[in-house]
């Protein structure tokens, strides 16, 4: 008898045609080199993607180094200019050490799985980071979930646990809405009930704190002991690439333990050289976070929204198809924002997620802001 064998893949259709029908579907944007659109959809927030001497730094690094690190950073892929970035980024930061990861996802899942496994707790906040929430589901841990910003349902996982340690993981900016999370506040729970608490500076870097050096920095924090930041050079820094920070001791654990360190190929170099050189522009400008958060302020008032904590400006349409719609009318404008749906957000809540930049012009603010209030209109979302 002859058996006949169906594609064990074709359910990848009805589900894609469910996803459709939920308006849920997603399709990369392509961007064209020669686009003269205004991109508010990224997190560019300081505009130093294309700031010269960070293209130059990057463009050296290629003929100093190659286009690869060609390896894990414990074989061969840690260069000379690895260890520079690291020591300045700390240096900047305030903390001992700092350890650079290829990606921020990774960085945060290599921070939580060697932080915390079987036998531990970690309390995290609905608001947390994909990758936040994915490094607690790969760690084993007993993981409690709060809402977010709850300090006191913090205190109350850490006090009634039994296990031998526990982590705190947070953003310290919600990447969602740009709100700031209470993070003295949450230092205070996790230091006096024994805990560590792991900030994700992702969105905050470069926006807030004394020279853009983040909330943990703006709270009087840095260096503080039992806290671990987390963070990336592809926002502020207009580059690649995530990093730990904290103690020495953090960072030899980690080149030890997290595995999304040891097993994956180093940093290329010209994210690095790129990265480092944005540290150095926004040293020298400590004024920029300032100028990105006018801008901000100019912005969500000529839009007719409250004013964000920082860079992200987040616009509720509800409707995932109505704020497809909106963006795609924008889009048609030259002007990119981001749209946020499901899984991203809670359902009914899909909005676009307005990202300002700090080296746009007043004028341009303004005309930009009267695009995206017709493009709610034309949606019936005002």
């Known amino acids: 008898m002859t058996t006949v064998h169906t594609d ?30 205004i991109n508010l959809a990224s997190n560019d927030y300081l505009g130093l993607s294309r700031h010269p001497a960070v293209i130059a730094a990057a463009q050296a690094a290629v003929g100093a180094w190659g286009a690869g690190s060609t390896s894990s950073r414990l074989v061969v892929g840690t260069t000379a200019a690895h260890i520079d970035f690291e020591d300045d980024l700390a240096d900047f930061l305030g903390t001992e050490a700092a350890l650079v990861f290829s990606s921020g996802y990774l960085a945060n899942v290599g921070a939580v799985t060697a ?18 929430i994915d490094g607690c589901r790969l760690s084993r841990a007993r993981v409690v979930v709060t809402e977010r910003g709850d300090v006191d349902a913090i205190r109350r996982a850490l006090a009634g646990r039994d296990e031998r340690r526990a982590l705190v993981v947070t953003d310290s900016i919600y990447s969602i809405d740009g709100e700031v999370a209470p993070i ?23 926006v807030r704190g004394p020279g853009g050096r983040g909330v943990v920095a703006e709270c009087g924090l840095s260096g503080a002991p039992g806290l671990v930041i987390t963070g990336v050079a592809s926002k502020s820094l207009g580059a690649q690439g995530g990093f730990v920070a904290g103690s020495a001791a953090l960072r030899g654990h980690l080149i030890d333990r997290a595995r999304s360190f040891i097993f994956d190929t180093g940093l290329n170099p010209a994210a690095v050289g790129a990265a480092h050189a944005a540290l150095g522009v926004l040293r020298a400008d400590p004024e920029l976070p300032n100028t990105l958060r006018s801008s901000v302020r100019a912005f969500a008032e000529a839009v007719g929204a409250h004013t964000p904590q920082s860079a992200v400006v987040s616009l509720i349409v509800g409707d995932p198809v109505a704020a497809v719609a909106a963006a795609a009318y924008c889009r048609d404008r030259d002007l990119l924002v981001g749209c946020f749906r499901p899984p991203s957000v809670p359902a009914g809540t899909s909005r676009l997620r307005v990202t300002v930049r700090a080296d746009l012009e007043p004028t341009t ?11 709610l209109r034309a949606v019936g979302a005002r």
Not at 13 to 30: F, K, N, Q, S, Y
Not at 365 to 375: H, I, K
């Open 184 to 206: 003295a506040e949450l230092y205070g729970a996790a230091h006096d009930l024994g805990a560590t608490l792991l900030v994700d500076e992702a969105h905050a870097v470069g």
């Open 8 to 37: 064990p893949l074709s359910w990848l259709d009805d589900e894609a045609a469910a996803i459709a029908a939920a308006g849920l579907h997603r399709t990369p944007l392509v961007r064209s080199a020669s686009s003269t659109a």
């Open 365 to 375: 603010l303004v005309s930009v802001a009267a695009v995206v209030d017709e493009a």
């Open 115 to 132: 932080l915390a496994g079987r036998g531990d707790l970690i309390v995290s906040d609905t608001g947390a980071h994909a990758s936040l």
